[in-house]
């Protein structure tokens, strides 16, 4: 049987390169809410009169309520389906975004970074929902290497937006920006997003039924393992996020520019990982390239602490700092592929514990980085070697030699 060209008189393939922009924009909250105003972390330290690790705990705010705010939108998005639950969360984003622009203090910015983060969580939760809600084994794979062409950019853009945003105006004005492109998202979603979650699928969202699907999840050895190995090179990636604006631009004296076109190359790094791991899914397991991708962070990570410990400079530095971040272009779609294989009923939930294990993780790790104060880069180099050897260690351990099957077909 031949796949049909056009679905309610519309081409298949428009149709399809639009879900793909849209669940693209969506999965891309966390690198737009943490990266866009990362050249800005020395202007927020001078304008509120705070010192480096308080400025860094408006990242670690974000990143748990990026985390928590998993656990809330999946669940809902399982019972009422994704459209209603992603657009409060839209809404929610969109609102506290203007809020944070008028902090006063650096504590208020943290609470409402909090709370920007809530909302922004539906984007990321819903989005690979809704890729498990029409694919799974190594065609969800492939779908989700497809996201990082959209996705992958917003490290690449984010900093290079909010660097230039820097030359004209001050760090609120970047908050002032996320306004914006959440007000986007929220018309785009309301508009041309379609539920992919029928009603005979949906579970109630009943609190006992919630705390229940999260105790099965964390008794599944197979999922735990992966999303723990995942989300250890997450960390890993989101240390390098959190100190890499102090590092790069007090310790090697970069310029907010010079910082931003850094991070673009990193960017840039996932997303031709990302594309490459696509091509590979055809001929090699998720498992396998899950595997490369941590030895690849792992590698990167060591090489970043030996090159600080020997005062190598840059030419080390870089190298291994692209080795780690470009890794995710083969962690993210293979770990959560594995974690979700068996989960295909419950992918809102199941997608929201993964998130909140990437999160969490890198939320603990933000001002951890900070503690050497802004002079020193050993802090955020032992962090990120650290983890991703962590993430191997517990690859190796915990998740066996399970495989996916045979790939298959969008669920109608």
């Not at 020395?42 to 974000?62: E, F, G, K, R």
């Not at 050895?221 to 250890?232: D, I, P, Q, T």
Request: hydrophobic share 55%.
């Amino acid at each position: 049987m031949t796949e049909p060209r056009h679905v309610d008189g519309e081409p298949v393939r428009r149709r399809s390169a639009r879900l793909v922009v849209i669940l693209g924009a969506l999965s891309a909250f966390g690198p737009l809410s943490n990266d866009m105003y990362l050249p800005a972390f020395p202007s927020i330290l001078a304008d509120l009169h705070a010192d480096a690790s308080s400025v860094q705990l408006t990242l670690a705010a974000c990143m748990v309520g990026l985390a928590l705010g998993q656990l809330i939108a999946g669940p809902f998005s399982d019972s009422l389906g994704r459209r209603g639950p992603l657009l409060v969360g839209l809404a929610v984003f969109t609102v506290f975004s203007a809020v944070c622009a008028l902090a006063p203090s650096v504590y208020l910015l943290t609470v409402v970074r909090f709370i920007q983060a809530l909302g922004g969580a539906a984007g990321l939760v819903i989005a690979n929902a809704s890729v498990r809600d029409r694919y799974s084994g190594s065609m969800m794979s492939r779908f989700l290497s497809l996201l990082m062409l959209i996705n992958g950019t917003a490290p690449i853009l984010a900093p290079i937006i909010g660097g230039q945003i820097l030359r004209f105006t001050s760090w609120r004005g970047v908050f002032w920006t996320l306004t914006a492109i959440g007000f986007v998202l929220v018309v785009v979603s309301a508009f041309w997003l379609e539920e992919s979650l029928p009603v005979e699928r949906r579970r109630p969202a009943r609190l006992s039924a919630t705390l229940l699907a999260y105790r099965g999840l964390l008794a599944d050895r197979m999922f735990v393992g992966y999303a723990l190995s995942g989300g250890m090179a997450f960390a890993a990636m989101f240390a390098y996020i959190s100190g890499s604006s102090f590092v790069l631009q007090n310790v090697y004296g970069l310029s907010p520019q010079g910082f931003s076109l850094v991070f673009a190359v990193n960017g840039l790094g996932i997303v031709l990982v990302g594309q490459v791991n696509g091509r590979l899914v055809r001929r090699f397991s998720s498992r396998m390239l899950l595997a490369a991708g941590l030895c690849m962070s792992a590698a990167g990570g060591v090489s970043l602490l030996l090159g600080v410990l020997t005062g190598a400079g840059l030419a080390v530095v870089l190298p291994a700092l692209f080795l780690v971040v470009s890794s995710i272009g083969l962690v993210a779609p293979n770990s959560l592929t594995m974690a979700l294989a068996d989960y295909g009923n419950r992918a809102g939930t199941a997608s929201s514990l993964v998130g909140v294990l990437q999160y969490i993780f890198g939320g603990l790790m933000a001002p951890v980085v900070g503690l050497g104060g802004v002079g020193t880069a050993l802090p955020m180099a032992l962090v990120v070697a650290v983890l991703p050897l962590g993430g191997l260690i517990i690859f190796r351990t915990m998740t066996g030699k399970r495989e996916l099957g045979q790939p298959t077909t969008l669920v109608r």
